[in-house]
């Protein structure tokens, strides 16, 4: 009798599986997000994409153990890797890691829309020290995969210009959560003092770019406006009020305590993408310079318009037709009335089935099925997703409710009582471990002290010492 055939199973690189709903307390304290949720947009939807029939997709989350890659062979039939703008001095380091793990694999790497991180006029000149590591990294996935996907025509050039020739524009697989249907539309001819507009931004863009004085702005013309935050930094600040994070300098941010958009309880941040995008299917318009910040309205059906502020967020609109304007370009009383009303959803909507298979031929090439060809366009995942509670955006803490207080010291308490466990064990273990030294440096005293011998003379040599003495005697 044959023994059933085990299912593929994919490693992926995310901070989360899109099935756990975890607390917004448990999300913080061990950073789900990976520092910032638009991580998990990306990466529910390459889950989602990857999960078909006979195959099952497992978060790493986050961990990047070279000495796991024995383990990693053994268990798993690929490593797929979505990255964003992981070509930048910053991110040097665990892309070292990253390439040392993918090293030591044997199955297939795949790498899902990578990008180079510069400025909206594209030089690369600052990317040159990062070269030698970058080139290692591509050599190593090239080395497992068919091709590595980037996410628009700067990164394909910077490879290439490198000497790879295997690259390939696939954007960003969170564009391709709905597989190649995207009905993005106006659902109001214009926008007024009432609509419902979602603002997102940097803290660089914020500190640096202007975005401080467009948040005010619209913040004065639009009572309904809604700031969206992304950072494990503005989640911190958000739900305990902490501040010691270096962002909390930038007091322009909403997420800051003192601005007043979080004294009125306009601000929200998401630990999970299925809420992110259910709550903006309620708006009318979105905008702001954070890339994925407006791919998960697009993804709600919501128009949206991106403030390109570096090459990362500009090479993908250009790709996917995003409505877009860089940042510098912007006055700072610019009027998301004017954005709406120059948006223009034609060609992003248009041109999205063949990019969907573009990219489904790039996964087909790289051996990888996915649901919307191979399964069913992810119903299951979608069934299976509705059946889960997941914690609701993050508010600002300003009220001393009992119910706020209540969830947060709770958890706290739990913490605490965690804590103290493994401070009983930890100080078991170390008694443990002192008795033994202990007793192993006594063992290694008694054997490093010179013993006084006791040598019983052999026969031969007491019959000579006496020999020798009676001959000295008859002298």
Known sequence: MSSPVRPQRI?????KSPFD???????????????????????????KILETPGTEVVSNRMRVDVTAAGRINEEYDAFVVPLANAFRPSFAEPLQKLTQLIGKLKIPVVVLGVGAQADVGFDAGRLKPLEPVVRDFVSAVLDRSASIGVRGEFTEKYLKDMGFRDVEIIG????????????????????????????????????????????????ARYPHLRFVGQNLSDAQQMHWRDLSDRNSRVTGMP???????????KVRIYIDPVRWIDDLRGFDFSFGSRIHGNIAALLAGTPATVLCSDSRTLELCRYFDIPHRTLTEVPEDVDPARLYEEA???????????????FVRFLDVNGLKNTFTHGDGGAAFEQRMKKLTFPEGIRPWNAADIDSMVSRFGWLHSRVSQLSKDNAQLKRELTRVRTSAKGAAKAATVAQTPAVTVRTPSVYRRARRAMGRALQSGR
């Not at 979602?198 to 863009?205: D, E, K, M, Q």
Request: hydrophobic share 40%; net charge negative; aromatic share 6%.
């Open 11 to 15: 490693l992926l690189r995310s901070g």
């Open 21 to 47: 709903a975890i607390p917004v307390e448990e999300a913080l304290h061990k950073n789900v997000i990976a520092t910032n949720s638009g991580n998990l947009i990306f990466s529910d939807a390459a889950h």
């Open 172 to 219: 960003c697989p969170s564009m391709f959560m709905w597989g190649k249907e995207l009905a993005v539309h106006k659902r109001v001819d214009a926008l007024t003092t009432e609509s419902r507009i979602s603002i997102n931004g940097s803290h660089s863009a914020v500190k640096n770019q202007g975005m401080d004085k467009i948040i005010l702005n619209a913040h």
């Open 255 to 265: 997420t800051h305590p003192d601005h007043p958009m979080y004294r009125e309880d």
């Open 344 to 358: 223009d959803f034609g060609a992003l909507v248009g041109g999205h089935s063949e990019r969907f298979e573009r």
